[in-house]
């Protein structure tokens, strides 16, 4: 996927790129759901390891839950596990903080909420 600013993605760059869905299970409409070959089931915290250098150009993890002892678990292996599937220049969003060194912080798109909400771009 191309990027056409600094802190800005054309919606144009997801159309010649595959698009691969993590989840423990199918829970969508057919309709919406995304061909098998580009769903992968089973903990994120252990299928996201195959994507290790695999150069994702965007990664986007909507798994907070508000329960902040569940969130605490995801955190000791979300941010490493985006940083390590993302190439360089690459860009990841989040529910959750990822805090990573490889992971710099980005100004949020307009009307995105603070704290609810997190951009970086891989270093
Ligand atoms: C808030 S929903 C995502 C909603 C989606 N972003 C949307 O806009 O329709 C979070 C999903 O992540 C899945 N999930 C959360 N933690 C996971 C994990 N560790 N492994 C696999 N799936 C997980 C949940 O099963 C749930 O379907």
Redesign the pocket.
Known sequence: MATDGPTTISANCFLNNRIIA???VI?SHPDLTPPEANVIL????ETIAAFDGRDIVFAHA??GTAYPEKDAK?LTWLPQSVAAALRTGGVATSGLPLDHPELEPLPLPAGADPGRTYFYRKR
């Open positions: 993590f989840d423990r829970g089973g903990d994120i915290k909507d798994i995801t």
